[in-house]
């Protein structure tokens, strides 16, 4: 009976580290899903704040037309302004600077573009009324 005893002790050993080790991986893949998440949502939060920024500057701006509209994005100061409110953003949020962020004028609409933890995200800013 002794050798049934050791045998069954040796498998329950062997299925408690089994079990430790799946718990293990199951935390990793949690904590990696979670960071996924909060870069997403400070790239969204990062490219909105940009967004704000530019579009701060376009009403003071005035109305400007399609050619001012792509001038207007060219400017370095707004193109500044709208790179420091994506890194005020993304810092509140705990993660690094984002790597790129640009303007891009369509006619008269402007796109921010923001890169973030790899990914791009983009705001679509409206002509003011």
């Known amino acids: 009976m002794r050798d049934e005893r050791g045998q069954a002790l040796v498998f329950s050993v062997l ?3 089994l079990a430790a080790a799946v718990l293990v991986g199951l935390r990793d893949a949690q904590d990696r899903i979670l960071d ?3 870069d ?3 790239g969204e939060a990062a490219v909105a704040a940009a967004g704000k920024a530019v579009a701060d500057q376009q009403r003071a701006a005035g109305d400007l037309d399609r050619a ?3 001038a207007f994005v060219a400017r370095p100061d707004v193109i ?3 790179r420091a409110a994506a890194i005020r953003l993304a810092r509140l949020h ?3 600077d984002p790597s790129a962020v640009s303007l891009h ?3 008269y609409e402007i796109e921010v573009h923001l890169t973030l933890g790899g ?3 983009i705001a679509l800013l409206e002509p003011p009324p």
């Open 105 to 107: 004028a369509f006619g």
């Open 15 to 17: 299925l408690l580290g």
């Open 68 to 70: 001012g509209t792509a």
């Open 40 to 42: 997403e949502r400070a």
């Open 36 to 38: 996924n998440v909060r």
């Open 94 to 96: 705990g993660r690094a």
């Open 119 to 121: 990914r791009q995200h």
């Open 80 to 82: 500044d302004a709208a």
